[in-house]
C-alpha cells in the first residue's frame, strides 16, 4: 500500500543516523543535485550524521559549475559500495529502484539490510522505502 510516513518519523530516522549514503538518480539533473546536496548540508548541521553523495552518471557540463558538485562522488555506483558501512539509505527525487545509480534493471532491488528512506514528488513513485514522503506530483 502506497502510504506516507509523517516527517517526524522521517527526521527521527534521519537524526539517529551517524553515517548516511545518497545517490543521484541515474541521468541526475539539477533536482537530484540540488535536493541531495541540500539535504547533506541540512543533516550534517543539525545532526552528527556523515553524509556520502556518490553518482554513477556524470553531471551534464552546466552543473559541473555548481559548486556543490563538488559534494559528489561521481563514477561510484550504490552496487560498489559496502552498505555495512552505513546505517541508512536516503533517497531523493527518485520513484523507483531501478533509478538509483546505473541500475536501469527494473528487477533491482536494493539490500534489505539497510533502511532506506525515500523523498520524491513523482506521480510514479514506488514507495519503495522502509520510509516513505511522497508529495505525488504536487511539485512539477
Same mark, same amino acid.
Given at each position: ?14 537524526s539517529k543516523a ?31 550524521? @556523515?553524509?556520502?553523495? /556518490?553518482?554513477? $552518471?556524470?553531471? &551534464? +557540463? ?10 559528489? !562522488? ?38 534489505? @539490510?539497510?533502511?532506506? /528512506?525515500?523523498? $520524491?514528488?513523482? &506521480? +510514479? ?10 508529495? !505525488?506530483?504536487?511539485?512539477?
Amino acid at each position: 500500500m502506497k502510504q506516507n510516513s509523517t516527517p517526524k518519523e522521517i527526521w527521527k530516522a534521519l537524526s539517529k543516523a551517524k553515517n548516511i549514503i545518497t545517490s543521484l538518480h541515474a541521468n541526475p539533473d539539477g533536482d537530484s543535485l540540488a535536493s541531495c546536496s541540500a539535504m547533506k548540508y541540512l543533516l550534517e548541521k543539525h545532526t552528527k550524521a @556523515n553524509v556520502k553523495i /556518490i553518482s554513477h $552518471d556524470p553531471l &551534464d +557540463k552546466a552543473l559541473t559549475e555548481l559548486p556543490y558538485s563538488k559534494e559528489v !562522488e561521481f563514477g561510484t555506483d550504490i552496487i560498489d559500495i559496502d552498505l555495512k558501512k552505513f546505517d541508512l539509505l536516503l533517497t531523493l527525487d527518485t520513484s523507483d529502484e531501478y533509478r538509483i545509480g546505473k541500475n536501469k534493471d527494473k528487477d533491482y532491488t536494493l539490500p534489505k @539490510n539497510i533502511p532506506v /528512506i525515500n523523498i $520524491d514528488h513523482h &506521480d +510514479k513513485n514506488q514507495y519503495f522505502g522502509s520510509l516513505n514522503y511522497n508529495l !505525488e506530483g504536487k511539485i512539477s
